[in-house]
Nanobody, 123 residues
Framework: QVQLVESGGGLVQPGGSLRLSCAAS????????MGWYRQAPGKQRELVAS???????NYADSVKGRFTISRDNAKNTVYLQMNSAKPEDTAVYYC?????????????????WGQGTQVTVSS
């Protein structure tokens, strides 16, 4: 089994900063990509940022220049540094990993999600 444990959400003032973390654990053989999605009330879940193994990060236009995604492969952890936060960044943020696990029948690649962490940008 795989667990994604998120932390770092909370309340931040407009213009402030917040850092989200997500640690993956379990029978992990390799992690292909890691990323963050968000879902605001009444809206669909959307990609915020993603970073593939050994590749360049990809960002939603709405967060480019403000958010930075990074990963620590040794810790199976992905981070999202949120700077210059805006009220429209308010949402539940979900960690996503596409990874390969070791199973009794061999290797299996699948998508995994964290439980979500609330980020509220408000004065």
């Amino acid at each position: 089994q795989v667990q994604l444990v998120e932390s770092g959400g909370g309340l931040v003032q407009p213009g402030g900063s917040l850092r989200l973390s997500c640690a993956a654990s379990g029978s992990i053989f390799s992690i292909n990509s890691m990323g963050w999605y968000r879902q605001a009330p009444g809206k669909q879940r959307e990609l915020v940022a993603s970073i593939p193994s050994g590749g360049s990060a990809n960002y939603a236009d709405s967060v480019k220049g403000r958010f930075t995604i990074s990963r620590d492969n040794a810790k199976n952890t992905v981070y999202l540094q949120m700077n210059s936060a805006k009220p429209e960044d308010t949402a539940v943020y979900y960690c996503h990993c596409r990874l390969t696990t070791t199973q009794p029948r061999g290797l299996m690649t699948d998508n995994y999600w964290g439980q979500g962490t609330q980020v509220t940008v408000s004065s």
